[in-house]
């Protein structure tokens, strides 16, 4: 079974927002939309650990850009159990989880581990109040790769000034940099990410 994510919102049209973010961020494959009651509905995404993660930092960011609050939680599995297919497909969450623990007691408790390191950083984010940290350069790396320019260009004018002053300090290459980024309007941060991404592209 692939790498599985989730991101949980509070109303569906921040949800369909964040399935358009992380269907467009990276290649994954929307596995479902689950209201789960209460107003929050949640929505899965499988495909490679990198991808994932990568659709899942862009589905938080989609969602906070409307409503900071709108974003419960999030979180990647990079290696679920072959038997979540049942929790995920609609079976009894009960069933999955007390049956194949007595079965393959080692298995469940490596699982458990590899799944610390992936839990700790996505905790760490969505307690953030902005969206600063959920897009880096990896990600818009990613972008263009698969989407190219004029695609990524446009990810980029959706966001906030404060994320790309945050974003542009991972480009030592830009012409600006310290203050100079600290002060810098929107279009001039975007002239530096067309410059760079233009000539690499």
Same mark, same amino acid.
Request: no cysteine.
């Given at each position: 079974m692939q790498a599985l994510g989730f991101i949980e919102t509070k109303g569906v049209l921040?949800?369909?927002?964040?399935?358009? $973010?992380?269907?467009? $961020? $990276?290649?994954?494959?929307?596995?479902?939309k689950t209201k789960v009651g209460g107003g929050l509905v949640a929505v899965t995404v499988t495909g490679d650990v990198a991808a994932v993660k990568a659709a899942v930092d862009?589905?938080?960011a989609a969602?906070? /850009?409307?409503?900071?609050?709108?974003?419960?939680? /999030?979180?990647?599995? $990079?290696?679920?159990?072959?038997?979540l297919t049942a929790v995920?497909?609609?079976?009894?969450?009960?069933?999955?989880?007390?049956?194949?623990?007595p079965e393959t007691a080692e298995e469940p408790a490596a699982e458990v581990l590899l799944e610390i390191?992936?839990?700790?950083p996505v905790e760490e984010s969505s307690n953030e109040p902005e969206t600063v940290d959920t897009i880096n350069r990896e990600t818009v790396d990613l972008w263009m790769k698969q989407d190219g320019l004029e695609e990524t260009m446009k990810i980029l004018e959706d966001?906030?000034?404060?994320?790309? /002053?945050?974003?542009? /300090?991972?480009y030592p290459e830009f012409s600006i940099a310290g203050r100079e980024i600290s002060k810098a309007n929107k279009p001039l941060l975007l002239e530096e990410f067309g410059k760079y991404y233009g000539q690499n592209d």
């Open positions: 921040v949800a369909i927002e964040a399935a358009d $973010a992380m269907l467009k $961020a $990276a290649d994954v494959s929307l596995l479902e862009a589905g938080a969602v906070e /850009r409307i409503n900071d609050a709108a974003l419960v939680t /999030r979180h990647v599995i $990079a290696r679920p159990h072959d038997e995920i497909g609609g079976g009894t969450p009960d069933e999955p989880e007390k049956e194949p623990v390191p992936a839990e700790e966001m906030k000034v404060t994320e790309l /002053r945050t974003l542009a /300090r991972e």
